[in-house]
């Protein structure tokens, strides 16, 4: 019989890194501006930290593959649990689709062409299968995708942080310079808090982390250590490179930064550091090739996770039965699948959307978003579960257990939780205005219609329940 690979404490620090350090939100981090130091900084203590710590000890504590999901139901029962299991799940093939249509769009850039419809689908769901492929595979067998994905992101973004600094030291010119404190600081208008959301899903994915303990030597010891490095290299990837766009592309390209323009973003950000013409080309698909890459590792690191979550809830009958098959490695195989073929309709149907109107917005922006707000959404009562296990199960061992008195582990669960929950808020609705809630009106469907949906779920998990 083959013997299993073991995940190691330094491939677990670089699959922290990896699935905390999504290369396609760093741009629009960026394009918050000078004031994103600020939200860095609140949220990092107010957030990443508790968040940490909290997953540290929840993992270690009960550690299973059904993770958060299995947190909030020894806290607040099946309902909740089920709430939780929809919204982790369905993130997962909206940011897949939303990857997929990024994917072409850089495509399109480096090489300077006009996709017509038929490459555009061939390349879009090319991509979504064979990410469904790795899904199938244990993070032990797929962890050479995780580490070079991992490695590529910290080389484009650390470059383009290099890049962004190197060209305020050659020409002394920032493109967004600070000249005061006040320069740091957000404006009081309430649409600023929409930014929360945008930080906030680049630090998602710590608890992940506990679903490795199969592939672990030593789990209870190192997957604290790999929350705690990790957590810290993400946040100097995510500064870093957000800087360097900020001091060196002016204003009104940092405002309009998405990954579906990436690479005329890396092309203004080359030739502001005078990069010769003959190697600009060169510079942009190879830049574009690695940013596609990190695509692939991205999913192949949250992919076991996610489906060990919806496999864990289809067995306990939060999610239908259709989760529950794996194969022979235990990989949930079910859930793979069902993602592909979930993304596969949500890419054709984009397409189909914009054929019919351009206005649709039916692209990466509108994907991406619904998948960080259900995202967002799923960890919303983990904090609350933390807290009630603390009071209900003292007995349970933890062997990573969160420092503080009573008062201090309510304000470390508390805060978060705040923070959680006016993040979503204020993406969807913004400053509340009729111009933002008709432009985001895709949007606000959308998170409807992801509603309904978990209720029914969540309402047929009732039924059985009671029915026992």
């Given amino acids: 019989m083959e013997k299993k690979k073991k995940f190691r404490l330094f491939d677990a620090i670089l699959g922290t890194v ?25 949220l990092l203590i107010g957030f990443c930290l508790p968040y940490g710590m909290i997953t540290a000890e929840l993992g270690t504590s009960y550690p299973s593959e059904g993770g958060l999901y299995d947190w909030v139901k020894k806290a607040f029962g099946p309902k909740w649990a089920g709430r939780v299991a929809w919204n982790y799940w369905v993130n997962f093939p909206l940011w897949i689709a939303s990857l997929a ?59 383009i942080g290099i890049l962004g600094i190197y060209s305020v030291i050659k020409t002394g010119h920032s493109a967004n310079p600070i000249t005061s404190v006040s320069d740091l600081l ?56 957000a800087t360097g766009f900020n001091i060196a592309l002016n204003p009104d390209v940092v405002a309009e930064m998405d990954p579906e323009n990436v690479v005329e973003v890396l092309n203004t950000l080359f030739v502001s550091v005078g990069i010769a013409p003959a190697l600009l080309k060169v510079l942009l698909i190879v830049c ?39 194969n022979k490695e235990g990989v949930p195989v079910n859930a793979a699948i069902i993602n592909g073929v979930v993304a596969s309709v949500i890419v054709v149907g984009g397409v189909i959307a914009n054929l019919i109107s351009e206005d649709f917005g039916a692209g990466f922006s509108l994907f991406f978003c619904l998948s960080w707000i259900t995202l967002l959404v799923g960890y919303i009562p983990m904090f609350l579960a933390f807290l009630k296990l603390r009071k209900t199960d003292p007995k349970t061992k933890r062997v990573y257990k969160v420092p503080g008195g009573e008062g201090m582990i309510k304000v470390l669960a508390i805060v978060p939780f705040i923070i959680l929950v006016l993040g979503v808020v204020f993406t969807i609705f913004g400053d509340f205005s009729l111009e933002y809630i008709q432009d985001n009106i895709p949007l606000i469907v959308g998170v409807v219609i992801s509603f ?17």
Avoid: H
């Avoid at 760093?26 to 900084?41: H, K, R």
């Avoid at 469904?132 to 995780?146: A, D, Q, W």
């Fill in 186 to 241: 957000p404006s009081l208008d309430l649409g600023s808090l929409s930014f929360i959301s945008i930080i906030l899903f680049n630090f998602m994915g710590f608890e992940v982390v506990g679903t490795w303990v199969d592939d672990m030597d030593n789990p209870k010891k190192d997957i604290p250590k790999a929350l705690i490095f990790g957590g810290l290299l993400m946040a100097v990837f995510y500064v870093l490179p």
């Fill in 18 to 42: 990896c699935l905390t350090l999504v290369c396609e939100s760093v741009m629009p981090t960026a394009a918050i501006g000078n004031t994103q130091y600020f939200w860095w900084a609140l």
């Fill in 452 to 468: 309904i949906i978990e209720e029914i779920l969540v309402a047929r998990v009732k039924v059985e329940k009671e029915s026992k």
């Fill in 288 to 326: 574009g090739l690695m940013f596609i890459y990190t695509f692939i590792a991205n999913i192949a690191s949250w992919s076991f996770g996610v489906n060990a979550v919806a496999k864990y809830a289809a067995d306990d009958g939060a999610l239908p039965k259709g989760f529950s098959k794996v």
């Fill in 101 to 159: 249509v990024a994917l072409t769009d850089i495509v399109a850039g480096i090489f300077s062409i006009d996709l017509p419809i038929w490459a555009l689908l061939l390349l879009q769901l090319g991509y979504v299968w064979l990410v469904t492929f790795l899904s199938t595979k244990r993070i032990g067998e797929s962890k050479e995708v995780v580490n070079t994905g991992t490695a590529f992101k910290i080389i484009l973004l650390l470059g």
